[in-house]
């Protein structure tokens, strides 16, 4: 089966960096072609890209939160994991992994259910 | 960065009926990257059309997308009681990847 699932803290204080880690299943994030992102949706507010993993180790990233932002992948354990430094409770919101490919696959056909994420002290 | 704009915000309709869904970008979608997504609370997002028009796999043919350029259209003929969700439209050519601020699909 072909999956995706996030995991992570679901509180987190100010100022503490969150990390966040997708388990694939049924495919790597080596496989040629293969993109893995995150996303967020802040509550009430619209989905938004924060960062993408390629299959060849690129990485791309969301230029506002650029400095704040990491993504890295754990081959032994077939997870890609984001880390965001300096939380902040606007951080607050569900966290999303999705799948994408290159070239005319790079539409995301397969997401996690998410975790949600909250900031507080 | 391309700005999405969906419409409406709200969509009441009655099972049986007729759903149509309006995503409007900012500048033209070059190669026609524009994807539809149905999300219900609690699960994962899920593609329902790519490319514009391209059905993904699994998807019931009462759901299509049109348009091109800078208008897009999702229409879902034959509403089932399932279909009532959240629909986003995304935007994905290149990074950073937008989406639409949603319809709420619900039953009148």
């Known amino acids: 089966q072909v999956t995706l699932k996030e995991s992570g803290p679901a509180l987190v204080k100010p100022t503490q960096t969150l990390t966040l880690t997708c388990t694939l299943s049924?495919?790597?994030?080596?496989?040629?072609?293969?993109?893995v992102s995150w996303f967020r949706q802040p509550p009430g507010k619209a989905l938004e890209w924060l960062a993408r993993f390629d299959w060849d180790d690129d990485k791309v990233y969301r230029p506002s939160l650029q400095t704040r932002l990491t993504i890295s992948k754990d081959t032994s354990k077939n997870q890609v994991v984001l880390t965001l430094t300096d939380m902040d409770p606007v951080d607050t919101g569900t966290y999303y992994c999705?799948?994408?490919?290159?070239?005319?696959?790079?539409?995301?056909?397969?997401w996690g259910r998410g975790t949600l994420v909250t900031v507080s002290s | 960065e391309f700005v999405l704009t969906q419409s409406p915000g709200t969509l009441s309709l009655s099972p049986g009926e007729e759903a149509t869904l309006s995503c409007r970008a900012s500048?033209?979608?070059?190669?026609?990257?524009l994807a539809w997504f149905q999300h219900k609370p609690g699960q994962a997002p899920r593609l329902l059309v790519y490319?514009?028009?391209t059905r993904a796999t699994g998807i019931p043919d009462r759901f299509s997308g049109s348009g091109s350029g800078t208008d897009f259209t999702l229409t879902i003929s034959r509403l089932e009681p399932e279909d009532f969700a959240l629909y986003y439209c995304?935007?994905?050519?290149?990074?950073?990847?937008?989406f639409g601020q949603g319809t709420k699909l619900e039953i009148k």
């Open positions: 999705a799948r994408s490919g290159y070239g005319i696959y790079r539409f995301f056909d397969l």
């Open positions: 995304q935007h994905y050519g290149t990074s950073p990847y937008t």
């Open positions: 049924g495919f790597s994030v080596s496989d040629n072609g293969v993109r």
């Open positions: 500048q033209s979608v070059s190669g026609r990257f």
């Open positions: 490319d514009a028009s």
